[in-house]
């Protein structure tokens, strides 16, 4: 794939010079790579969000980069759960409220249901008793752990992370990680954007970003200087 | 949706608050305009619809034209000759109903085009069905016996009580302003239409001694069927040349003309009043949909469909919108209680009718104004918004 953006008449400017990338299912992978290297454009057409300029964005096997907004929302809302680095919750909805959004988007179960759910996915990422309190009243590593919770919601087939830990302390950062690590393990497909070489390492699979390229690290090579 | 609206103005409460109060306020100036607007009209249509099949002749003039028979300068009277002459032309009216009267403003209008607060009605014993036109009394009656006898319209009796500072019953003595005399209450009339409310209905020579009008009258009433009338004043416009021959039909279409700049100008005051519900909603939408740019965004990227995003706008301006009505609404009854109270302005019933229009009005406006800022709201990508900072 690669993303074009025009400034002007003449110029371009290349987000992604030519990406192949398979995300198994059942796979953790990891890209990292430095700031304006790509890979958030990567992670935001993964999630439907943008689609590529050339090349194909096949969605199990389905070519989806051409799709309509209306149908792209539609596969997003689905399949895909997000979890941002600024966190990104409603601030006028408690937390059980903020977990429970993408179900009430797609009609998902009766109003009881989706306070169920939402307390249970509460419960999972240990926030239960916080579930009635809105965003202001919950510190960073808790907003995230929302997050995450509201990413599970419609159980997406695929979890995208923009930066997860970009906005937390490293004991709170490892704390999310360990989480997303623990959702791996039972069947979740995650797939995390970070700049930060040692979230990447406790992924199953990873792959560096550099000037629009795409490339997967090795053993060894994981320190490696961009 | 309605949740996500709901929610979102409880988080700024103040903000919705300022909102619902500004929407009720227009509100409320629209609903009196209205109920001004209502009450004139019916008023004025009551007044003359109760004369049915009237016909008056009263003295020509141009200056005169289209001006109620209630205005006119004292000089400019029917003579008994011309009297005389009108009822030995006339045919097929209701003799009972019919007679020569002597009208004098005692009182006049509280604002242009308004009908008189009193008018004084000189009229033969025997003939008040002519002025009355079947008005009951509430208490004495309403027929005149003696020299200084007076029956009094429901407002007239509220504003002479007010001026003697005492309810006024019958057998009471009354000045009238500008009527000399010693006047006695026979009868008091209920409540009707502002015109029979407004009368003063005393014997004609005394009026006409009082008044110091010699055996003049101001206007000659006769009353025919309803569906006989209009060929009636034909007849009579052909047979006397030398008078106005005034039917209900002219009357209300002369009180429309009179009614028509005040129509324009409460419709203008209301236009400028929804105008400014409009312009409140646009700003408070547009600004919260400005606000809430990135959290748009996120909604849309966790999978909210723009209808979704469009229609969670347009319940927020709709809520404020009926939210303000209502309260503005029912303030507005409270303030007009007195215009609804016996025999009043306005009827309940009308006013609720206003009410509902209005309801409706600000329902549309909400939508209307509300709509640019939807549309911009469902355009927000939700890559862009989660970079807007």
């Not at chain 1, 943008?50 to 969605?59: I, V």
């Amino acid at each position: 794939m690669k993303k074009v953006y025009r400034m002007g008449r003449s110029e371009a400017f290349y987000a992604l010079q030519g990406v192949d990338l398979v995300v198994p299912e059942g796979d953790f992978v990891s890209i990292i790579g430095a700031s304006g290297s790509g890979k958030s454009t990567l992670l935001h057409m993964l999630g439907f969000m943008d689609s590529p300029t050339e090349g194909d964005l096949l969605y199990e096997g389905r070519q989806v980069g051409r799709l309509s907004d209306a149908e792209m929302t539609r596969v997003r809302s689905r399949d895909i759960g997000f979890v941002f680095q600024t966190f990104n919750l409603v601030a006028s909805l408690t937390a059980w409220e903020n977990v429970a959004l993408p179900a009430e988007f797609i009609g998902a179960g009766t109003a009881r249901q989706r306070r169920e759910r939402a307390l249970e996915l509460l419960d999972m990422v240990g926030l239960k008793d916080r579930a009635g309190h809105k965003p202001s009243e919950l510190s960073g590593g808790q907003r995230q752990r929302v997050a995450i919770a509201r990413s599970l919601m419609n159980r997406p087939k695929l979890l995208l992370a923009d930066e997860p830990t970009g906005n937390l302390d490293s004991t709170t950062g490892g704390q999310i990680v360990e989480l997303l690590q623990k959702l791996n393990a039972e069947g979740q497909t995650i797939v995390l954007v970070t700049h930060n070489p040692e979230i990447a390492a406790r992924s199953k699979t990873v792959y560096r970003m550099k000037d629009g390229l795409l490339r997967r690290v090795v053993a060894g090579d994981f320190f490696a200087a961009d | 949706m309605i949740r996500l609206a709901y929610k979102n103005i409880l988080f700024r409460k103040m903000r919705a608050i300022l909102t619902v109060v500004g929407i009720a306020s227009s509100i409320m100036l629209a609903v009196l305009m209205s109920a001004v607007m209502t009450g004139t009209e019916r008023t004025f249509k009551d007044s003359i619809g109760n004369m049915g099949g009237m016909i008056r002749i009263q003295p020509k003039s141009d200056a005169l034209s289209g001006t109620s028979i209630d205005t006119l300068p004292g000089g400019l009277v029917l003579t008994k000759a011309s009297v005389d002459e009108v009822f030995s032309k006339a045919t097929g009216y209701d003799p009972a109903a019919s007679a020569a009267v002597l009208s004098q403003v005692l009182v006049a209008p509280s604002a242009p085009n308004n009908p008189p607060r009193m008018v004084l009605s000189g009229i033969a014993p025997g003939k008040e069905g002519a002025v009355l036109t079947g008005a009951p009394a509430e208490s004495g009656e309403s027929k005149l016996t003696g020299e200084y006898d007076v029956i009094l319209g429901f407002s007239a009796h509220q504003q002479l009580s007010e001026t003697a500072g005492r309810t006024l019953a019958v057998g009471d003595s009354v000045t009238l302003p500008g009527a000399p005399g010693q006047w006695v209450i026979k009868g008091i009339l209920k409540a009707r239409d502002a015109y029979t409310d407004a009368s003063v209905v005393v014997p004609l020579a005394t009026a006409q001694t009082s008044l110091k009008r010699g055996d003049g009258v101001s206007y000659v009433t006769l009353s025919y069927p309803v569906d006989k009338a209009e060929a009636a004043a034909e007849e009579l416009k052909s047979t006397l040349p030398d008078v106005d021959v005034v039917t209900t039909g002219a009357m209300l279409q002369s009180v429309n003309k009179a009614l028509t700049a005040q129509r324009q100008f409460m419709a203008l005051i209301k236009g400028a009043v929804y105008a400014t519900a409009v312009a409140i909603i646009f700003m408070v939408m547009y600004t919260s949909v400005m606000e809430r740019t990135k959290e748009i965004g996120t909604m849309r990227a966790v999978g909210a469909s723009r209808a979704t995003v469009v229609g969670g706008v347009l319940v927020e301006a709709a809520v404020f919108s009926l939210l303000g009505a209502v309260i503005g609404i029912t303030i507005t009854w409270f303030l007009t209680a007195s215009w609804r109270s016996g025999g009043g302005f306005i009827t309940p019933k009308e006013y609720t009718v206003d009410a509902i229009k209005t309801m409706g009005t600000a329902l549309l406006i909400a939508l209307i104004s509300a709509l640019y800022p939807s549309l911009r709201a469902a355009r927000v990508n939700p890559l862009e918004a989660l970079r807007y900072e």
